[in-house]
């Protein structure tokens, strides 16, 4: 079977960077970017720990920018939709969050036929205090904490360990510690692991980062007991032909290949953070069959 190439993207003019963590140059001590539990996820808000987690391995997303933290000057004005704007209004009311900051208000794409003949942006001033932010997903925080170790995570004023953690984030997603084996599995091939759901599946693969290239799998988790059935207590979709096959069209669509990933568990096994090399991980790459392909 031939694997499909993953596809470059053009005009990239970022630079590759190393992968985490940062080795501080003098005593040889790895650099601790600081986390916030924030209930669902964990949020970076220091500035240049923001470019870093980012470029450095591509972990997160920032909160306000669609992929690289966006740092506004002074001198710059935010451009807002209506929307966007009504929604900080409304975060505005709910005290004191910050300095004032004059921003240009743009009507919403959608809410007139004559959008670009009829502008007219108006200066506002949003009393938020929004800022920009980066935002970990449960198992890239948990990748960054304990098998990178360059992360530190506070929920409050108390400092997580791994086992902290690895409760935590568990008792707040049940399938925190599914998605987390299939998360390690794939970062440890060096793949760069994101958010599967815009394509429906689980995660998405890419080879070096989004900006470098297109996703190159769409993959999707099956937990399995070790006769090979499936658990239907974790089904987390249909599996029949029509629902796989109609998935795997999407993905070829989207110029991907879809992966069904089955994680094989033993009845009654606990998962633990320590013991991920023994669970058994089986890749299934779905390829549609057509005929006219295989005549002479």
């Known amino acids: 079977m031939e694997l499909m190439e993953p596809k470059k993207k053009k005009y990239c003019k970022l630079p590759k960077k190393v992968s985490l ?75 004191d969050n910050g300095a004032l900051k004059k921003v240009i208000v743009v009507p919403d794409s959608d809410s007139d036929d004559d959008f670009f003949t009829n502008l007219k942006p108006q200066y ?50 049940a399938q925190f510690k599914y998605n987390y084996i299939v998360y390690y599995y794939f970062r440890a091939k060096n793949w760069v692991v994101k958010p599967g759901i815009k394509f429906g599946g689980d995660y998405l693969l890419y080879k070096q980062g989004p900006p470098f290239y297109h996703a190159s799998y769409v993959v999707i988790i099956e937990i399995l007991d070790d006769c090979h059935s499936k658990i239907e207590d974790l089904c987390r979709r249909s599996m029949d032909k029509v629902s796989v096959m109609s998935l795997n069209r999407l993905c070829e669509t989207g110029g991907k290949e879809l992966m069904i990933c089955e994680i094989i568990l033993n009845k009654n096994e606990d998962i633990h953070y320590e013991t991920l090399d023994k669970i058994r991980i089986n890749e299934i790459l779905v390829k549609r069959w057509i005929i006219t392909h295989d005549l002479p």
């Open 21 to 95: 963590p940062i080795t501080l140059k003098k005593d040889g001590t790895i650099h601790k970017i600081q986390g916030i539990f924030n209930g669902f996820s964990v949020t970076v808000n220091d500035e240049e720990d923001m470019k870093n987690i980012i470029s450095m391995g591509y972990f997160g997303k920032a909160n306000l920018s669609r992929n690289y933290p966006q740092f506004s000057s002074n001198s710059k004005v935010e451009i807002l939709r209506y929307r966007q704007y009504e929604r900080r209004k409304h975060w505005g009311t709910k005290g």
């Open 124 to 173: 506002q001033i949003d009393k938020s205090g929004i800022r920009e932010s980066v935002w970990l997903s449960l198992e890239e925080a948990f990748f960054l904490l304990h098998s990178v170790g360059c992360l530190d995570i506070r929920e409050g004023n108390d400092y997580l360990n791994a086992s902290d953690c690895w409760k935590l984030f568990s008792e707040t997603d």
